[in-house]
């Protein structure tokens, strides 16, 4: 069960922007990720490939807000607010991740969010 001081650790990670390691210092070597109904990305190599091939797809990190998140055993929920691209206004996205954590590493996750609702920063 992952205690509030790890999972604070690991948004402020996100948040720096440093997804990448993130996902390097807080994922198992055998987790599983999903985007929405996207297929499932299983270990941390295919995480992190997705992961670069999404900041490729937005040019770079975006800019990242926990609004809220809840621990309930090993279950965190976090949700994120993305402002996403180079250049004003930015592209906003308002998700929900669910992760299963095991320790103090997250072994499942899988993302939230309605692409239809992503929105330019107004």
């Not at 690991?10 to 985007?35: C, M, N, S, W």
Request: hydrophobic share 45%; net charge negative.
């Amino acid at each position: 069960m992952p205690t509030e001081e790890r999972v604070r650790a690991f948004i402020a990670r996100v948040a720096a922007p440093d997804p990448l390691g993130a996902i390097r210092d807080f994922y198992h070597a055998d987790a599983t990720a999903q985007e929405n109904h996207g297929l499932m990305r299983e270990g941390i190599d295919a995480i992190i490939a997705g992961e670069n091939a999404a900041l490729a797809r937005m040019g770079g990190a975006p800019e990242a807000t926990c609004v809220r998140f809840s621990i309930t055993g090993d279950v965190v929920f976090i949700n994120w607010r993305f402002a996403m691209g180079p250049s004003e206004p930015k592209r906003i996205l308002d998700e929900i991740a669910m992760q299963v954590w095991d320790g103090d590493r997250i072994r499942q996750e899988r993302f939230y969010y309605d692409p239809a609702h992503i929105h330019p920063d107004v």
